[in-house]
């Protein structure tokens, strides 16, 4: 193994280790740190300031979105951060190199309409899929779960009485995601009918600790499979499929929350967010949804004709 490549492991150690980055977000800087790794002469340990701001460049060039730049940047900020904390460098050259302006679009949003459309559309027929599906949509809806939390969650985690789930998110941080009463009675019907979905030994075993069960090899509701049930669903119901997905709902969650009058701290630890910043997104819906009502609403908002 190269040096070069000794370092970046090293890096993906401590980022793991230390600071509990999960497989998906490890997986990321390895990709970015080994497409810079190319492009410094005298190798990534030793680049310039001149050679990541040279990089970047060939980035733009290239026409890489503006948000995968600056994602680049921000991995090549952690590694060389690393590498001055561990005095392996004298300084971090990617100081005073400034990120790619992005301009972050706004979430899809669904309005209550739609989500209540798409419960009643979920709940039709009331066998164990439909009772599947309705919970399934419940606790999207209702905890602001991401599509990977939900897929593996534990049984366990439904089984307390007062209202709470134990969820574990990005990096292997828990936090307590109240339910309302709507996703409560969700959980104790698909639980009734759980069993249905329970694969036969010797793969039951393993099956059985997922709240989402399955008799496909994975033993749970896979992400793929979650996404694919929810766009069925959105015909269904009568929405562009296009517009629906896990991560939407989470949206529309975290939108009605602010919409409700939440405040923003309440609304980032319920979503999980480290920073509060990546929160303050829904505020701009939130302003742009008071903007029409009040538009609509009050008499000297009208135009006059």
């Given at each position: 193994m190269s040096p070069r490549s000794d370092l970046i492991e090293a890096f993906l150690e401590m980022m793991s280790a230390e600071r509990g980055a999960g497989v998906n977000t490890l997986a990321?800087?390895?990709?970015?740190?080994?497409?810079?790794?190319?492009?410094?002469?005298?190798?990534?340990?030793?680049?310039?300031?001149?050679?990541?701001?040279?990089y970047l460049a060939g980035l733009s060039a290239a026409s890489l979105a503006p948000s995968s730049q600056a994602r680049r940047l921000s991995a090549l900020r952690q590694f060389f951060g690393f590498l001055y904390a561990e005095d392996i460098r004298k300084d971090n050259p990617t100081e005073a190199v400034e990120a790619p302006r992005t301009s972050r679009p706004l979430p899809k949003i669904l309005s209550a309409a739609d989500m209540e459309a798409m419960i009643g559309a979920a709940a039709e027929g009331g066998d164990a899929e439909a009772k599947r599906l309705t919970c399934i949509v419940e606790m999207?809806?209702?905890?602001?779960?991401?599509?990977?939390?939900?897929?593996?969650?534990?049984?366990?985690?439904?089984?307390?009485?007062?209202?709470?789930?134990?969820?574990?998110?990005?990096?292997?941080?828990?936090?307590?995601?109240?339910?309302?009463?709507?996703?409560r009675a969700a959980i104790v019907a698909y639980l009734d009918v759980r069993a249905e979905f329970l694969p036969k030994p010797p793969r039951r075993a393993h099956a059985e600790r997922y709240l989402f069960c399955s008799r496909g090899a994975d033993g749970f509701l896979t992400r793929q499979r979650l996404h694919q049930m929810l766009k069925n669903l959105a015909a269904k119901a009568g929405l562009d499929p296009a517009k629906v997905s896990p991560h939407v709902l989470r949206h529309a969650f975290a939108t009605h929350l602010v919409e409700g009058g939440a405040d923003l701290r309440s609304v980032q630890t319920l979503l999980g967010h480290a920073d509060i910043a990546t929160t303050e997104i829904y505020t701009h819906v939130a302003k742009d949804h008071l903007r029409k009502v009040m538009h609509k609403a009050h008499p000297l908002a009208r135009k006059p004709k």
């Open positions: 990321a800087y390895a990709r970015d740190l080994a497409d810079f790794s190319a492009y410094p002469k005298g190798g990534i340990a030793a680049a310039s300031r001149e050679d990541i701001r040279g999207l809806y209702a905890a602001g779960l991401r599509v990977s939390e939900l897929a593996g969650l534990p049984l366990a985690a439904v089984k307390n009485k007062d209202g709470f789930i134990l969820v574990k998110g990005k990096g292997g941080k828990e936090r307590l995601a109240p339910l309302n009463a709507s996703a």
